[in-house]
């Protein structure tokens, strides 16, 4: 397998996790992964978080990720946080382009790919997330969808050298404990792969296509078998350190 692509196994913690509680998740991130070299475990608190988690995972295996991050260095943009105050905070990461923020937020292809950018230009690690609506897969039209998200941020990625994560997240399957069978993830996750190699080989592998929808511990096994999920983005499982724990085992195995 090509170094880079590790399995990754990242927990976006949404609006949870705040403060002690926060800092309490990231403690028991970091002793699950002491025991897993060969998995790259990250985790993504709310912003409010970022910096005890920072504090408490420092010298560990565990890397930081923001959930979000505003396309500008600085400015009048209240209640908005740049990339640069992101590496500041301490993190490695940030998830760009979740269906929960274009859904909620009205980012559009244009801003997710203008987002990933910002975090390239100051060595911030974009997660870019893709996926279709229910709708959208049963109108026979997932990979149309997923092709145009992925054709918008293709050539920033591929103009920078950094190894960034691509996420797989169909809508339908986001937090309603629903799944992805591994031969429907794998479809996807198979033409993602095409689309970069199609760009440049080296961007196809280098790049981790992560998988995201309801991913649990009695699940992640099949799923993180496939030959192109290199890892999961996970939402609900990754607020408790049992579950997120025994996912990351899953990706070592
Ligand atoms: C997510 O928020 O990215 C996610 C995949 O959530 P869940 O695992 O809860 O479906």
Redesign the pocket.
Known sequence: MNPSRRPLIAG?W?MYKGGRTGVELAQACVAFARDLPGVDVVVAPPFTALAAVAETIEGSAVTLSAQNLYPKDEGAFTGEISATMLVECGCAWV?VG???RRQYFGETDAFVAEKAGAALAHDLLPIV?VGETLQQREAGETLRIVKQQVDAFLDVIARSKHAVAV?Y?PVW?????K?AGPAEAEEVHAAIRAWLEKKDAALAARTRILY?????PDNAKALLGCPNVDG???????LDAASFGAIARAAAS
């Open positions: 976006n949404k998830i979740h269906s929960e997330c996420a997240e399957a986001i937090g309603t404990g799944t995201g929808g309801s991913v649990k999961a983005l996970v939402g609900g499982a990754s």
